[in-house]
């Protein structure tokens, strides 16, 4: 278990924790711990900014340039590349073609302008007291989401990709262990508020996959990383309402 835990660390973030920096299906209830232990990185940050009377505005910048150094930009990537081929076309083959273009198109640009704005706009909205539990919670919702909509996914559209190592072969097992630990973490830092996002991210999922699905056929991993972000999104609108825990 360790062993695939630090595998899926080394492959889903810039840290060295495993010998591999390649992942199975066997790998995928792990992907909520992992979003777990970089929410950890994100509250130490902001405990140390805080410390030093860095004031919300910029904390919440440097915590967003943090996240994204972290995960290595994958994410974002897979963001860019999902927005340039749903906006570049309708066609299944040609949307498929754009996302796999190392090339940033201009929607791909301002949609990653859009995403990074809301999320800062969204965090310097959230109470300071508030901010580290649904870091925590929220990356652990977020990184569940794949494992959510690779369960219910359609087939993988290309022949070949990180897609295609999840989709349609997480077993029950591995959906419920996933599913537990995300609702636990959930439940433990911000209660029932925690239960109630996690049932509109579980929604949103389902309704974006859908839409993916119908589109191209199934998810890839452009789509999983695009995924990962918009629900960070959603995760972080919803906390704006939490007023105290």
Known sequence: MIKKILDTISFLTIIPAGKNRTITEQSAEYF??????????????????????IPLPAKSGLLIIILIILNGGLHIDG????????SGSTEKKRILEIMKDS??????ALA????LLLKYSL???????????????????????IIFSARYSGQYPRETGFGKIFINKITKKQ??????????????LLGF????????????THLATRYINK??????????GALIEIMQVVILFFGVFIKKL
């Open 123 to 145: 965090m310097v909205s959230i109470k300071s007291a508030v901010l580290p539990s649904l870091l925590l919670a929220g990356l652990t919702m977020s990184y569940w989401s």
């Open 175 to 188: 959906f419920i262990i996933s599913c537990v630990i995300t609702v636990l973490v959930s439940y433990a």
């Open 79 to 86: 963001f860019i590349d999902t927005m340039d081929g749903l």
């Open 215 to 224: 589109l191209i056929g199934g998810m890839t991993g452009d789509t999983f």
């Open 112 to 115: 990653i302008c859009c995403l």
């Open 32 to 53: 909520p711990v992992v979003g777990f232990l970089m929410g950890i990185i994100l509250v130490l940050f902001n405990f140390l900014f805080d410390l030093a009377g």
């Open 193 to 204: 508020y925690g239960l109630g996002i996690l049932l509109l991210v579980a929604g949103a």
């Open 103 to 108: 090339r940033i198109g201009a929607k791909g």
